[in-house]
């Protein structure tokens, strides 16, 4: 028998209308959706002729498609204890997130061979309480990967223009041009022109960028979060961001997406080029949206990561660029990266606080929709759902190839949904927090709006807020691929 959700407050997400209707969905056995119900009439009516195996009330809590970030540092296997595919997928659960996609870059081994991915999904079996995709690494020396890992269902292929920070760097390098071009001609070559090419967007200047002048490189220096902002300029984003524009307009049939976007800089090479027709698409990140460099404190390495957090004043053009009609960012992503407090340099000691040996990273999975409705609720162009569904939901599902089957409520697509109260006010304590280091967040003791009651992904509970989690049935995705005739796998 069919499972019946109900709620005053629906949100499709499928274009049909802006508002959200009193109404209920009917799951089948399977998990996916076979009905929508748009009026209590309807639902009335179905329920006096038809037998469900449970009903669902939620009441005026807000249902709407289950979310999906497509940037997430999953650390298993080699580095469980800085994050693992359990701690992982239930703190995405707990923030309403029913799938994510993992970065190819800080597990050992690094996702830059069918190999690798193999091991991936042998370990994340039974272990995922949400939907899990893969990106396939771009590394210098694994051409001969690219295709291969395309035709085992990894989502797109990564690279980074810079090198990783210690330990990562040494096990995923940074490529330059000449080895991209060669990249993409391989995939040229072999008729692959469906992957899409992920950047992390920063090139190192000719000359390292040292500490202040004014500061002597000292101890004390390198725990003032000044004196490493300014050691990632805004000119290694327009760098990169000049070099992967001249690539998306020399292959105009190839789709590329430039991850965590820092620097407002950019954005008017992104838009430009995005005008020109190339197909070139972009995120940023919570961080970015609503903390600043002017509120890190000394020794405060919970907020390092790469591109770096930056001043206040960059922040606006990053809304109007995510909130106008024609913007050039597509889409928000948490870049989500745990570490253990050791490597995060907040254990106790003379190291405590170093900016410039912290690895970076911010762990906010599970708080990424209260961050951005928080933030986005105090613009002067106010956030609205429509724009979180877009940003948060339905573009992700367009960059991963997801949007046949998730991204909205419709008939035939998967039962997953964030169900939320975006007028719920918390204080973030980092103790109900999922992730495996629960404790380096930026965001301890914020007062945030916007909390997550529940998660259903293809119709089964997978998070409840007052109960804690269901069975970890999450499923891999696997991306169908014209050197491998299938339909979309669901492992």
């Known amino acids: 028998m069919d499972l019946l959700f109900l709620s005053r407050r629906i949100f499709l997400g499928d274009g049909s209308q802006e508002t959200t209707l009193h109404g209920g969905i009917v799951v089948d056995t399977e998990g996916i959706i076979r009905r929508v119900l748009r009026t209590p009439q309807e639902v009335n009516t179905y329920l006096y002729n038809t037998e469900s195996e449970a009903v669902y009330d939620f009441g005026d809590l807000l249902l709407m498609p289950g979310l999906i970030d497509a940037n997430v540092h999953i650390n298993e296997p080699g580095r469980k204890d800085w994050e693992g595919f359990a701690t992982s997928t239930k703190a995405a659960a707990a923030g309403?997130?029913?799938t994510i996609i993992d970065r190819p870059t800080n597990a050992t081994p690094t996702t830059v061979s069918v190999q690798a991915l193999k091991a991936k999904t042998s370990i994340a079996r039974g272990k995922i309480y949400?939907?899990?995709?893969?990106?396939?690494?771009l590394v210098p020396g694994n051409k001969d990967q690219l295709v291969p890992l395309l035709a085992a269902g990894v989502m797109g292929l990564q690279c980074t223009l810079c090198d990783s920070a210690p330990p990562v760097g040494a096990e995923f390098a940074a490529v330059n041009e000449a080895q991209l071009q060669e990249a993409l001609k391989h995939l040229e070559d072999a008729a692959e022109t469906e992957a899409v090419i992920a950047f992390h967007a920063e090139l190192p200047p000719k000359e390292p960028v040292k500490l202040k002048e004014i500061e002597s490189e000292s101890e004390s220096s390198t725990k003032t979060y000044a004196s490493f902002l300014h050691t990632r300029p805004a000119a290694m984003e327009l760098s990169a961001?000049?070099?992967?524009?001249?690539?998306?307009?020399?292959?105009?049939?190839?789709?590329?997406?430039?991850?965590?976007?820092?620097?407002?800089?950019t954005l008017p090479l992104l838009q430009d080029c995005q005008q020109q027709g190339a197909q070139l698409s972009a995120e940023t990140c919570p961080h970015y949206l609503s903390l600043c460099a002017e509120q890190v404190p000394d020794c405060g390495t919970e907020f390092k990561t790469w591109p770096p957090i930056r001043e206040r004043s960059n922040q606006a053009a990053l809304w109007q660029a995510l909130l106008c009609p024609k913007g050039s960012l597509q889409q928000i992503a948490s870049d989500h990266s745990a570490a253990t407090p050791g490597a995060r340099c907040q254990t106790y000691g003379r190291g405590r606080g170093n900016f410039s040996n912290a690895f970076p990273g911010i762990s906010s999975l599970q708080l990424s929709l209260p961050i951005v409705w928080t933030r986005g609720m105090q613009l002067e162009r106010k956030l609205s759902l429509s724009d979180v569904h877009r940003l948060m939901c339905w573009q992700p599902a367009?960059?991963?190839?997801?949007?046949?089957?998730?991204?909205?409520?419709?008939?035939g697509y998967d039962a997953d949904f964030c169900i939320w109260d975006p007028s719920e006010e918390f204080t973030v304590s980092v103790d109900e927090l999922h992730a495996a280091n629960k404790s380096a967040t930026p965001y301890a003791a914020q007062r945030l709006c916007g909390v997550v009651h529940a998660t259903v992904v293809r119709g089964l509970h997978?998070?409840?807020?007052?109960?804690?989690?269901?069975?970890?049935?999450?499923?891999?995705?696997?991306?169908?691929?014209?050197?491998?005739?299938?339909k979309f796998v669901r492992l």
Request: proline residues 3%; aromatic residues 10%.
């Open 398 to 411: 367009q960059l991963c190839g997801l949007s046949g089957f998730k991204g909205r409520i419709a008939e």
């Open 241 to 265: 961001m000049q070099l992967i524009c001249e690539l998306a307009a020399s292959h105009p049939q190839r789709r590329f997406h430039v991850m965590n976007l820092s620097s407002a800089e």
């Open 462 to 486: 997978v998070y409840q807020q007052f109960e804690g989690f269901g069975q970890p049935l999450g499923k891999i995705l696997l991306r169908k691929s014209s050197h491998k005739v299938v």
């Open 96 to 98: 309403g997130f029913t």
């Open 130 to 137: 949400v939907d899990v995709g893969f990106w396939g690494g």
